[in-house]
C-alpha cells in the first residue's frame, strides 16, 4: 500500500505536485478492494472499469472512494445488500452521489451492509457476513459494515455511508476509524434506500476528523428533491477545524459511564469505560471543561425499545415499494397477494422479516396508542433531555458500545437493561437528528474502541471542532487495521 | 312504511395542476399509458416525496369556501395497504390534521335551501389506474400521484336529491374555483356514500352502510335509493338485524348494491405522520392571499341577477350553471348591454350554439365586444334583429369581426320582402324558364338562383332566396 493509507489532503497535494497520477491510486485502489473483498467480503461491486479523471482544486478530485450499497448509483447495480434488489439498476444517482461527482471524486466499489440498514453486525447482507479487518472472527457491527471495514483497511481514504441508530458511528468504533452523522437533513436522503425516514442520515467513514469534514462539506446541502433537506451553505466545516476547545464544556452520562452504576459488569466493560475516563481525564488536562450529569437510568433503559418500535414501525411502511412487480424479482404466484408475498418471502432475510412483525403490530389500530405513540412520546423526553444538556454543554462525550468488535460466533449473551443503554445510546442522535461523530479512542486487547461527541443540531461546525481537537490529543488518527490474530 | 334515512358522502375530486401533488410528473391526461411518470410515482427506492404548493393552495381554498376551520399546520399521514395500484404500498394522505374541518355550506335542493356540516377536507394523491382483462391485469400509472382533494360530510343528507344536489354544488364550485374541471365523464369525481334508516324521529341512527368507489351522480343517485329500499324493506319485514355495518358497490348494469365486506373485514390502515414531507406552518398572510382569489360562487351571483337585474329564477340558473357563462354576463353588462337583453342572446342563442357544436364558451371567437356591437346595431336598425342572428353566426362561424358582415356594402340581403320583390321580376321575365320548371325540369332551379346572384351581385341570402324561389315556383 503506496497510497491508499494517506489522508485526504496528502493525497490531493501529490496529485496536484504530480507525484502521483489518479490512474495510480484507481489501480491501487482497485487491488486493494479486490483483496480486501477476499478477507473481509466487505463489497457488493467492485468497479474494474472505473476511469481517472482529471485533478482540480477540489480536494476530492481523483481521490477513490466507497459507496454503501444503500445510495443509488446510475446504472451501476444498487442492492441495498438485499436479495428483493438483487439485480436492481438504478436510472438516477443519489444527490450526495451527484455532488461527489461533480467535486471529481472516483467511486471504485459498492459496499455490502445489513440488509437495507436494518441491523447492527453486518451479517445479514445477501452477499454473505462482513468481517472485521483487525479480527476476521469478528464482526464490525453495522450497518455501514462494508465501508467500515474497507476504509479501516486502507482501500481508500473514505466510505460513504447511512446512519439510522448508529449504522455509521458503531462500526467506525469497532474498525478503529472515524464516523460522521451530520445533522438530519444536512446531507439529502434522495436517492438513498429509506430505513426508517426520520431517523435516516447520510453520513461518512473515514481515518480522521479533517477528512470527514472535506467529504461532508461537498455531500451537504439543500435538495429540492428532499422536503427534510436544509440549506447549510453558512457552514463550512473544514474550514471551520482550528481545534481550539479549551474554552469548551462537554459532560457525560455517569449512568452510561461510571462502572459502579452497572448492575452487572464484565471484564471487557470495565477495560472500556476505564480506557474511556482515563480519555476524559486526559481532555481535561489539556484545558477542556468535562463534567458529570446524570440521567434518569429508567429513561435510559427505555432507549432500544423507543428505537425498535419507531424504526421497524416506519420500516415496514418505507419497504412496502419492495413488492417485486415493478422492480425486482418477479414472485411467482396466482394472483399479485401471491406474487408479492412469493417476491419477499424469498427476498428479504429472517431479521428483516422480524423486523416488519415488530413494525406491523405496533402500529396496529389497537397497538398504536400503547407502543408506536408511547414510543413518539419517549423520543420526545429523550430528545428534550439531550437537547436541556446542550443548553450548558457544547457536547455531550459518551464511550460507543459495550467494548470491543463482538465475536461472529457464540456471543448470544442477553444484555442487562443498563448495558443496552450503553449499546444503543447512540439511537438518541437519530431520535434528535443530532450531529454525532466517533473517533478512536484506544484499544483493548488489540482490538480499537471508540468515543463519541454529539452535539445540537445544525451545531455540526462545533462538534466536528471539538472531535478534531480531541482527535490531536491523542494518537489514533489515520489508523489503518492491522490484523491482531 | 318510510323511514328516514341519512346519508353521509365522501366526494373524491381530483385537481388541476401542471405536475403530480408529490412528484415532478405532469398531471394530464394521456391516451398513452405509463408516460406522465417520474420515478416516485411507481415508488422507485430512495425517491421522496415533494409537495406539491399549488394543490395545498387550492386545498386551502376549497376549505375556505366551505367555511372549515383551517388547520395551523400542514402535515401527511400514510395510509399502509398493499395494492398493486398503490406503487408504494401507502397512500400519503392526511388522516391525523386534515387541511379543513367543521365546515358548513348552505346549498339549493329544488326550491329549498338545505344546510350540509362538512366533517372535513383533505389533501391525497390518487392511485394507478388498472384495467383487468381476460387472465392479466394492466397498470397505468399516469394517474398515479394525480392531486385528489377529499371531502368527507357528516350524515346529514335525507335523500338522494339532497346528496346529489350537493355534489351538483360542489362541482360547481369546483369549476368557479378553476380548481378542478370536476369531469365526472374523465373519472375526476369519485364518491362514497354511506346510508342508513332509522323511524322518524328516532334518536339513535340505524346501522350505517357504504358504498364505494361510485363514479357517476347518476349513479350516486341510483344507489341511495337502492340502499334506502333494500334497508326499509328488511325492517318492515323485521329483519333489520340482516343490515350489517359493511362495505358494499354499486353494480351499474343491475342497479343493486353488492356486498363487498363487512366491517369485521375492514383493513386496518396502520396509519402514521408522513415524516418525509416537514410539518408546514400555514401562515395568517398566506391565508388572506388565498382568500382573495375566491371569486364570487354560484349562489351569490345568481341571487345578485335576481335582485339586480331582475332576471327570472329560471335565467339566473342557466347564466350562473357555469362559469365562464357567468362571466360572460358580467362582462356584456359591464360593457353597457342590458342585462336582460345580454341574458336573452346568452341563454337562447350563445347556449344553444356551444350545445349544437358541442363547444365550450371559451372556445368560441365571439367576444362580449363583438355582441354587443351586433345588438347595438341591430337596436340602431342598421341591422333587422333577423340579421343581428345571422351576423352571430356568421361571426361564429368564419371567425371575423362583426362588422365584416354589417357593412352596407357587404350586408347579406335576407331581408324577404325585397328579395320576394326582385324574384317576381325575375319570373315575370322567364316565362319560358317557369314553364319549363313546372313541368319537370327540375334542374332549371339553379337557373332562377343564379339570376337572383346575378341581380344582387351575389349579396342574396342563399338560404332566404331558395325558400322564396320554391314557394313562388313550387305552388
Redesign the interface.
Known amino acids: 500500500m503506496k497510497y491508499m493509507n494517506k489522508s485526504i489532503l496528502e493525497l490531493h497535494e501529490m496529485l496536484k505536485n504530480g507525484d502521483v497520477t489518479s490512474q495510480e491510486l484507481v489501480e491501487e485502489s482497485l487491488i486493494l478492494s479486490k483483496e480486501v473483498k477476499k478477507t473481509c467480503n466487505a463489497f457488493v461491486t467492485i468497479l474494474e472499469d472505473v476511469k481517472p479523471v482529471e485533478v482540480t482544486d477540489n480536494f476530492l478530485s481523483s481521490i477513490p472512494y466507497g459507496v454503501k450499497d444503500m445510495?443509488?448509483t446510475k446504472d451501476i447495480l444498487?442492492t441495498?445488500s438485499s436479495n428483493t434488489?438483487k439485480d436492481?439498476v438504478?436510472?438516477?444517482n443519489?444527490t450526495a452521489i451527484e455532488h461527489l461527482n461533480d467535486a471529481g471524486a472516483i467511486m471504485v466499489n459498492k459496499t455490502a451492509c445489513d440488509e437495507f440498514g436494518m441491523g447492527g453486525s453486518g451479517t445479514t447482507c445477501h452477499t454473505g457476513t462482513v468481517l472485521n479487518p483487525w479480527d476476521t472472527t469478528r464482526m464490525c457491527a453495522g450497518s455501514s459494515s462494508g465501508s467500515a471495514a474497507a476504509v479501516a483497511a486502507g482501500v481508500y481514504p473514505y466510505a460513504l455511508g447511512t446512519d439510522t441508530g448508529d449504522s455509521i458511528r458503531k462500526p467506525a468504533a469497532y474498525c478503529g476509524i472515524v464516523g460522521y452523522k451530520p445533522t438530519y437533513g444536512m446531507i439529502s436522503?434522495?436517492?438513498?434506500?429509506?430505513f426508517?425516514?426520520?431517523l435516516d442520515t447520510c453520513g461518512v467513514l473515514a481515518r480522521s476528523v479533517m477528512d470527514s469534514a472535506i467529504v461532508v462539506d461537498v455531500m451537504k446541502g439543500k435538495d429540492?428533491?428532499?422536503?427534510?433537506s436544509w440549506d447549510s451553505k453558512n457552514i463550512h466545516l473544514f474550514q471551520a477545524l482550528d481545534g481550539k476547545i479549551t474554552s469548551k464544556k462537554l459532560c457525560y452520562i455517569k449512568e452510561l459511564c461510571d462502572i459502579d452504576s452497572f448492575e452487572q459488569t464484565n471484564d471487557e466493560l470495565k477495560k472500556h469505560l476505564d480506557n474511556f475516563m482515563k480519555k476524559i481525564e486526559f481532555i481535561r488536562q489539556n484545558g477542556v471543561v468535562v463534567e458529570e450529569v446524570s440521567v434518569d437510568q429508567t429513561l435510559l433503559n427505555a432507549i432500544a425499545s423507543t428505537y425498535i418500535i419507531l424504526s421497524c414501525?416506519?420500516a415496514?411502511?418505507n419497504?412496502?415499494?419492495?413488492?417485486g412487480?415493478?422492480?425486482g424479482p418477479r414472485g411467482e404466484g396466482e394472483n399479485?397477494?401471491d406474487l408479492?408475498k412469493d417476491h419477499r418471502t424469498k427476498g428479504f432475510s429472517s431479521l428483516i422479516k422480524r423486523r416488519f412483525v415488530i413494525g406491523?403490530y405496533v402500529?396496529?389500530?389497537e397497538n398504536?396508542e400503547r407502543y408506536?405513540k408511547n414510543a413518539q412520546r419517549v423520543r420526545r423526553l429523550l430528545v428534550n433531555t439531550w437537547k436541556e444538556l446542550f443548553q450548558t454543554y457544547d457536547a455531550i462525550i459518551l464511550p460507543v458500545g459495550t467494548g470491543v468488535a463482538k465475536p461472529l460466533e457464540g456471543s448470544k449473551d442477553i444484555l442487562s437493561l443498563d448495558m443496552m443503554a450503553l449499546e444503543e445510546h447512540l439511537q438518541v442522535g437519530n431520535f434528535g437528528g443530532f450531529p454525532s461523530i466517533t473517533i478512536p479512542s484506544g484499544f483493548i486487547d488489540g482490538l480499537p474502541v471508540g468515543l463519541n461527541i454529539t452535539g445540537n443540531c445544525y451545531d455540526d461546525e462545533n462538534v466536528l471542532n471539538i472531535a478534531y481537537g480531541i482527535e490531536s490529543f491523542m494518537d489514533y488518527k489515520n489508523q489503518i487495521a492491522k490484523e491482531v490474530k | 312504511m318510510e323511514y328516514q334515512a341519512v346519508i353521509g358522502l365522501e366526494m373524491h375530486c381530483e385537481l388541476k395542476s401542471n405536475s403530480k401533488v408529490f412528484s415532478g410528473g405532469k398531471n394530464s391526461y394521456s391516451e398513452l399509458p405509463n408516460s406522465l411518470v417520474s420515478p416516485i410515482d411507481m415508488a422507485f427506492p430512495g425517491t421522496l416525496p415533494v409537495l406539491n404548493k399549488k394543490c395545498v393552495k387550492d386545498a386551502i381554498k376549497m376549505a375556505m369556501v366551505l367555511n372549515c376551520e383551517i388547520s395551523e399546520f400542514l402535515m401527511f399521514d400514510r395510509k399502509n395497504y398493499y395494492y398493486p395500484d398503490l406503487p408504494k404500498g401507502y397512500q400519503t394522505t392526511q388522516f391525523t390534521n386534515p387541511v379543513g374541518t367543521n365546515g358548513r355550506i348552505e346549498i339549493e335542493c329544488g326550491d329549498k335551501i338545505i344546510p350540509v356540516q362538512i366533517h372535513d377536507i383533505h389533501l391525497e394523491e390518487d392511485s394507478a389506474s388498472m384495467d383487468h382483462l381476460y387472465n392479466t391485469s394492466v397498470i397505468d400509472y399516469n394517474r398515479a400521484g394525480v392531486p385528489l382533494l377529499e371531502l368527507v360530510t357528516e350524515p346529514c343528507f335525507h335523500s338522494a336529491e339532497e346528496a346529489v344536489a350537493f355534489l351538483e354544488h360542489m362541482k360547481s364550485i369546483y369549476q368557479y374555483c378553476n380548481i378542478s374541471e370536476a369531469d365526472t365523464k374523465k373519472g375526476q369525481v369519485r364518491c362514497d356514500v354511506n346510508v342508513s334508516i332509522m323511524e322518524p324521529n328516532a334518536k339513535e341512527l340505524g346501522t350505517r352502510v357504504e358504498m364505494k368507489n361510485i363514479n357517476s351522480f347518476g349513479n350516486v343517485f341510483d344507489a341511495i335509493n337502492y340502499e334506502i329500499k333494500r334497508q326499509s324493506e328488511l325492517k318492515d319485514k323485521g329483519r333489520y338485524h340482516e343490515v350489517e355495518q359493511e362495505t358494499r358497490r354499486f353494480d351499474e348494469e343491475t342497479g343493486t348494491t353488492i356486498r363487498m365486506r363487512s366491517k369485521a373485514d375492514a383493513i386496518d390502515y396502520k396509519y402514521f405522520v408522513e415524516p418525509n414531507i416537514p410539518k408546514y406552518k400555514i401562515t395568517d398572510s398566506w391565508l388572506e392571499e388565498i382568500k382573495k382569489e375566491i371569486p364570487r360562487l354560484r349562489m351569490e351571483r345568481k341571487q345578485d341577477y335576481i335582485t339586480n337585474y331582475g332576471l327570472s329564477n329560471y335565467d339566473a340558473t342557466i347564466l350562473v350553471k357555469e362559469k365562464e357563462i357567468s362571466d360572460y354576463f358580467e362582462e356584456c353588462v359591464r360593457l353597457g348591454m342590458d342585462a336582460k337583453e345580454a341574458c336573452n342572446w346568452i341563454n337562447v342563442q350563445v347556449i344553444a350554439y356551444l350545445n349544437k357544436n358541442d363547444l365550450k364558451l371559451g372556445d368560441v371567437y365571439l367576444t362580449p365586444e363583438m355582441l354587443k356591437y351586433i345588438i347595438d346595431q341591430k337596436n340602431k336598425g342598421v341591422i333587422s334583429s333577423k340579421q343581428a342572428k345571422e351576423v352571430f353566426l356568421q361571426v361564429l362561424e368564419e371567425e371575423k369581426e362583426p362588422n365584416h358582415f354589417i357593412s352596407l356594402e357587404n350586408a347579406q340581403i335576407s331581408d324577404t320582402s325585397e328579395l320576394e320583390k326582385l324574384i317576381d321580376e325575375i319570373i315575370g321575365y322567364s316565362e319560358v324558364q317557369v314553364e319549363q320548371y313546372r313541368s319537370g325540369k327540375d334542374r332549371l332551379f339553379d337557373y332562377f338562383v343564379g339570376q337572383v346572384m346575378k341581380n344582387t351581385k351575389g349579396k342574396a341570402n342563399p338560404v332566404v332566396t331558395k325558400e322564396i324561389l320554391h314557394q313562388k315556383l313550387d305552388q
Open positions: 445510495y443509488s444498487t441495498g434488489l436492481y438504478p436510472f438516477f443519489a436522503r434522495y436517492g438513498v434506500f429509506p426508517a425516514s426520520s429540492p428533491k428532499d422536503m427534510t414501525a416506519e415496514t411502511s419497504m412496502s415499494n419492495l413488492t412487480l415493478s422492480f399479485y397477494i408479492i406491523s402500529l396496529q389500530r398504536q408506536f
